[in-house]
């Protein structure tokens, strides 16, 4: 899965310390039960980054056709052209609180 990347999703995460590549980091390290879906179809992720971060990232699914391509980067269209897959619209990202850390790493098992 593609994720989607405009001004205002790229801000908003930074808003919360996140930066976009730890934000895909976490996305793409999920496992099991994760995505699920919640309300209105946000799909929360809990991950873990390479660098030891705990990125709670929300997305929502958006089909390739709905995407404006006059909004993407050029690596971003090309991606678009190449895949059939939906694009991940990212709408919040944050760093996991000391509690949900803690859960994290007890439920897979991972050791800091």
Known sequence: ???F???WNTQHIAKHGIHPRE???GVGSARP???QTIRDGRQPVLGRTAQGR???VIFVTKETESIDP???AYDQLLELADSDEPFANII????MTPAEKHRFR????LVD
């Open 33 to 35: 039960p994760f995505p």
């Open 23 to 25: 934000a895909e980091e």
């Open 70 to 72: 006059r909004l993407l």
């Open 5 to 7: 990347w405009n001004k």
């Open 106 to 109: 007890r439920r897979f098992k």
């Open 54 to 56: 705990y990125p709670q």
């Open 1 to 3: 899965m593609s994720l």
């Open 92 to 95: 919040h990202a944050r760093e």
